[in-house]
């Protein structure tokens, strides 16, 4: 099956400094990538959807400017958490999908412990 | 609002008997609807889907699901649990919304098999 990518898989870093994530598609065009965030023993929120080629539409209550998403290729999108603070630690997951009635494939995670 | 429902935090069952884990959502239109298992500090991995014709799907590792449209729920079913099975699931719905689609996910199942 399809392969995404995600890197780093684990990530720590100091109160105040950005991170970025990177969720690639390896064998596929991937034309929306979905970004959701996970806490401990909780489901996978929803954080925002990104196309290729245009802004990422966001959730409510998600911060745009803090979770800064960008979508430059069919093969790569990008999460950068600015800013980072503590309450900003989770495990961050990606997935992507070539259409609506395309499968739907995840990457492994991404866990980011801010200090 | 749309909305998926895991009313069970965690199933229990015995290694050998059959499983159920239970999943309800609420959305307009024609959703497709996902399985996935998660395992500890992993991405999800994809068991099986219901797009449309026959309502009993089967999937990945022996798991099927039967969807019911009457009753909105798309149950995960296994005839006989294996200790491997022991995991996270989640049930998940995609649906169109303002000429983009969305993938939300409900709270999560912890099945647990004991030998």
């Known amino acids: 099956g399809a392969v995404v990518s995600q890197h780093p898989s684990r990530v720590i870093c100091k109160s105040g400094t950005s991170v970025k994530i990177e969720c690639r598609s390896l064998?596929?065009?991937?034309?929306?990538m979905f970004w959701y965030r996970q806490f401990p023993k909780k489901s996978l929120m929803l954080m925002a959807t990104s196309n290729e080629g245009s802004k990422a539409t966001y959730e409510q209550g998600v911060e745009k400017d803090k979770f800064l998403i960008n979508h430059a290729s069919l093969t790569l999108s990008t999460l950068t958490v600015t800013s980072a603070h503590p309450e900003d630690s989770s495990f961050y997951i990606c997935?992507?999908?070539?259409?609506?009635?395309?499968?739907?494939?995840f990457g492994e995670g991404s866990r980011l412990t801010v200090l | 609002a749309q909305s998926v429902a895991q009313p069970e935090d965690q199933v229990n069952v015995a290694e050998g008997n059959p499983l159920t884990v239970k999943c309800t959502y609420s959305?307009?239109?024609?959703?497709?609807l996902f399985w996935y298992v998660q395992y500890p500090n992993r991405g999800l991995q994809f068991l099986l889907k219901?797009?449309?014709?026959?309502?009993l799907v089967k999937g990945s590792y022996g798991f099927e699901a039967e969807f019911n449209k009457s009753q909105t729920s798309f149950h995960l079913k296994k005839p006989s649990a294996l200790v491997s099975d022991s995991a996270l699931y989640f049930c998940a719905v995609r649906f169109l919304m303002d000429s983009s689609y969305k993938l939300i996910f409900g709270s999560g199942t912890r099945l647990l098999v004991r030998p």
């Open positions: 219901y797009i449309t014709g026959d309502n």
């Open positions: 064998d596929f065009q991937a034309t929306t």
């Open positions: 959305v307009s239109g024609n959703p497709y």
């Open positions: 997935s992507a999908t070539s259409g609506y009635t395309g499968e739907l494939f």
